[in-house]
């Protein structure tokens, strides 16, 4: 069964620095899609970015940009400019091409320190 | 292009009694999707609808939980009777065929 994992419970990071989060998955599927959303305390949960599996180049969202390793399978979301509103929990996630439906990693929350 | 919309944003309930939440989709998205998440932990899971035929209900306690989508557009999702456990926040989310899944706010259950 396909799994997500996110390793760290929780970052900090200083306003207007970059940061890194992690995330790896495991599959036997070639045809997949990553995502990372965001969960501010609203409860929204926000689409961030979205990366296919068959694209070699990495997608890009303006301060957003993952580095995806297809081999390693991890797919890790830099967020650069770090900006008191991109505090909140960022959860990634995986499905297959097949059926579309969602796994999700623990999540990270992400604290900016002004 | 109006968002996916949630009610009630929060409930509050005391355990044995029944609760309903509603969700309208995105126009034109004809998959429909609800998930419990508990604090600290990623979206589960429970119904997902194409149209108005549940596709996947394999997650959902049949014994409390019913969902239904008439018409193929809006949604309920139904706990009788409600028990401590069921406190989560409820999030629905559409998308148009195999596409990414846009979620509405949630309803924070509180049950008592």
């Known amino acids: 069964a396909q799994t997500v994992t996110q390793s760290q419970p929780e970052m900090s990071v200083q306003e207007a620095e970059t940061v890194t989060l992690s995330c790896t998955y495991d599959t036997s599927e070639s045809d997949y899609y990553l995502f990372w959303y965001k969960q501010p305390p609203s409860r929204q949960m926000i689409l961030v970015i979205r990366?296919?599996?068959?694209k070699q180049q990495n997608a890009t969202e303006n301060r957003f940009s993952v580095n995806f390793q297809k081999a390693a399978k991890s797919f890790s979301l830099k967020i650069s400019d770090s900006q008191l509103g991109d505090a909140a929990m960022y959860f990634c996630?995986?499905?297959?091409?097949?059926?579309?439906?969602?796994?999700w990693g623990a999540g990270t929350k992400l604290i900016i320190k002004p | 292009e109006a968002g996916v919309v949630q009610s009630p944003r929060y409930k509050i309930i005391e355990k044995k009694q029944p609760v309903a939440f509603w969700c309208n989709p995105i126009s034109g998205h004809n998959t429909l999707y609800w998930y419990r998440q508990n604090l600290g932990q990623g979206p589960e899971l429970l119904i997902r609808y194409e149209n108005e035929e549940a596709v996947d209900d394999s997650q959902l306690p049949k014994d409390r939980f019913s969902a239904e989508r008439l018409k193929g557009v809006d949604s309920t999702l139904k706990i009788q009777p409600a028990e401590l456990g069921d406190s989560a926040v409820y999030l629905c989310a559409s998308t148009r065929g195999t596409d990414t899944q846009y979620f509405g706010p949630g309803t924070r259950l509180t049950v008592l």
């Open positions: 990366q296919e599996a068959y």
């Open positions: 996630a995986y499905a297959e091409a097949s059926n579309y439906q969602l796994i």
